[in-house]
């Protein structure tokens, strides 16, 4: 396997981010994301060199270190890792030179999200929520240049961090490993939502108000809740610690390299 290595591999600091990484790819697998080999998530390198990026040919749930990273330059460039770069690669590095508040990145092709993306219509909320994430409308095509990652990070905005890529899929983020989790298993749980009720047929469906959202979602309600991405997150790992103790077939049991 093609393989640089860097005068030092990542610290042990960073190694542990990465094995958490890794994680959250394996909690997204069975959490509705996992679309064969294709989807990655990313990590915003701690010495400003780049992004550490799921390498290609495995899927989110064959990850299993730290080591199933490569180290991506911002324009590019492979810089350590074994194994190959995915060619959407200026998703991330677009999305993380934009957004100095996030550190980390996913795009993913969860099934009822794509089937979303073909939808105009602001994504709705039943009891999520209720402010719709950013439609990418630009291209359906791979992101494979740095002025299409521009583009989407241009439609991401200054604030959110969920973004609708039509005809395509998802990309979403956070500060933190686990809310850039949390988000992606937010918005395809809303696009379930949504296509269900658009195949409800004639059910009388009312949406719940904007004020009682606010209250619910907005800032105040949101510091109140301070404490639970964490046990949100707990739960996510012990859901998939079970799926592999049972022998989830989605989920390596070893390192492929
Ligand atoms: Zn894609």
Known sequence: MDE?????????????????????????????????????????????????????????????????????AFTGEKLAGAGRRHSEWPIHAELLLARPDLNATAHTHPFHSVIYSAVKKPLGSVSGP??????????????????????????????????????????????????????????????????????????????PDADEIARKFGATANAKRAGSPTALWNYYCRVLARAEAQGDPRLSQESLL
């Open 4 to 72: 640089v290595r860097l005068p030092e591999g990542p610290s042990a600091a960073l190694q542990q981010e990465l094995n958490k990484l890794v994680q959250g790819a394996r909690i997204l697998e069975i959490q509705g994301h996992g679309d064969r080999i294709f989807g990655h998530v990313a990590l915003r390198d701690p010495d400003g060199r780049g992004f550490w990026m799921k390498r290609h040919e495995i899927s989110l749930g064959e990850m299993y270190d730290h080591r199933d990273f490569v180290l991506v």
């Open 130 to 207: 209720g402010k719709p994430p950013p439609r990418f409308d630009g291209t359906s095509e791979y992101i494979d240049t740095p002025e299409l990652g521009r583009a989407l990070a241009q439609a991401m905005g200054k604030d959110a961090k969920i973004t609708i890529m039509r005809h395509h899929g998802v990309v979403y983020a956070g500060r933190t490993i686990e809310e850039m989790v949390m988000n992606g298993i937010d918005v395809e749980y809303r696009c379930k939502q949504m296509l269900t009720i658009g195949s409800a047929g004639d059910l009388p469906f009312e949406w």
